[in-house]
């Protein structure tokens, strides 16, 4: 399941589509419970080093996200904005350091 450099999105379309133009492998999703099962296919392939899960879907896997963040290392789980969110501002950049919870560069 992992695409590029162990990397995969689950989301919408125009998230998981826009990503896939950089290389970026992902699963569509329309509903919580696909978003779930994606979430469990990532977490199982020992490829995948980083999730990338659209905005949309987060609070529905709030409590997946966090056991993983709290249980290992890998893979490094990171919330997404989707294509029309309400935090869409807010970088990938910002949103990796706040999972890692140090800063990347000065």
């Given at each position: 399941m992992?695409?590029?450099?162990?990397?995969t999105v689950i989301g919408?379309?125009?998230?998981?589509?826009?990503?896939?133009?950089?290389?970026?492998d992902g699963v569509v999703v329309a509903?919580?419970?696909q978003a779930r099962v994606?979430?469990?296919?990532?977490?199982?392939?020992?490829?995948?080093?980083?999730?990338?899960?659209?905005?949309?879907?987060?609070?529905?896997?709030r409590d997946t996200v966090e056991a993983v963040a709290q249980e290992s290392a890998s893979p490094l789980v990171v919330e997404i904005p989707s294509a029309i969110g309400a935090d869409s501002a807010q970088t990938l950049h910002l949103r990796v350091e706040r999972a890692l919870g140090f800063k990347l560069r000065e």
């Open positions: 992992a695409g590029a450099r162990g990397l919408g379309a125009d998230v998981v589509l826009g990503l896939g133009l950089l290389g970026i509903d919580a419970a994606a979430l469990a296919r990532a977490l199982a392939d020992r490829e995948t080093a980083l999730v990338l899960v659209d905005e949309a879907w987060v609070e529905d896997l």
